[in-house]
């Protein structure tokens, strides 16, 4: 398909394991973006990619999250000995390029991955 | 800081009727974009509109509208003649662009849920 996916859609984990979570961005789409949502809340920003350089990472909730965009491309996110606290969605986006004050690109959102950690 | 609210947590309308989501945002910055994204049961984030702060004009899709209003910092949405298929959860969104290839992540208010009943 042509929109962005992300898989796996759904992953319980047990509370300490390490979770990896796939996003498969729009083809030839520069920036990409990772958000969590908690349930009953709105995203929230992790982290942003702009090709393979990790631009902003100030999302991040601690440094078990880990993110990479090796290629430029297809990006990972690496959850280090899970946490009850991070059960939530995570969503991917990816856009263009990077906006300016003249101009927009839309970010473009997969369905994202459902964490649950028991 | 930029901050998106939106203070109505749930909303429940009988089919047909008319239902307005309210939305109030606060930003440091001249230029700047508003954003509804709906989200239905299945979870993945639809774009509904995209405003640019210079342009408040109010727009209208079908039986969506939007009226944007900057002296009170607000973009409601309206839905006219509410459907079934209308239930889900709306986002408001702010993004500020000022710089080419910056990071213009999403701010997201918390979400209204709109129930419509048949």
């Known amino acids: 398909g042509a929109g962005v996916s992300q898989s796996p859609r759904y992953k319980v984990a047990k509370r300490g394991q390490d979770v990896a979570l796939r996003c498969d961005p729009i083809?030839?789409?520069?920036?990409l973006f990772w958000y969590q949502q908690a349930l009953g809340q709105g995203p929230e920003f992790l982290t942003y990619f702009q090709n393979e350089a990790q631009l902003d990472k100030s999302g991040l909730p601690s440094d078990r999250f880990f993110a990479e965009r090796p290629e430029g491309s297809v990006s990972t996110l690496k959850i280090q000995r899970t946490q009850q606290e991070d059960s939530a969605v995570y969503l991917c986006?990816?856009?263009?390029?990077?906006?300016?004050?003249?101009?927009?690109?839309?970010?473009?959102f997969g369905p994202g991955t459902r964490l649950t950690v028991l | 800081a930029q901050k998106v609210t939106q203070a109505q947590t749930e909303i429940s309308v009988v089919e047909k009727e008319d239902v307005t989501l309210d939305c109030v945002y606060e930003?440091?910055?001249?230029?700047?974009?508003l954003f509804w994204y709906k989200q239905p049961p299945s979870g993945e984030l639809v774009f509904l509109i995209r405003?640019?702060?210079?342009d408040e004009q109010n727009e209208i899709s079908g039986r969506y509208s939007w009226n944007f209003q900057k002296s009170t910092s607000s973009f409601n949405f309206t839905i006219t003649a509410s459907q079934v298929v209308d239930s889900a959860v709306y986002f408001c969104?702010?993004?500020?662009?000022?710089?080419?290839?910056?990071?213009?992540?999403?701010?997201w208010g918390a979400g209204t849920k709109l129930i419509i009943k048949p």
């Open positions: 930003t440091r910055d001249t230029t700047y974009y």
């Open positions: 986006a990816s856009s263009l390029e990077g906006g300016s004050a003249l101009s927009y690109n839309e970010q473009f």
């Open positions: 405003r640019n702060s210079f």
């Open positions: 969104a702010l993004s500020e662009a000022l710089y080419l290839d910056s990071n213009y992540q999403l701010i």
């Open positions: 083809s030839g789409h520069v920036s």
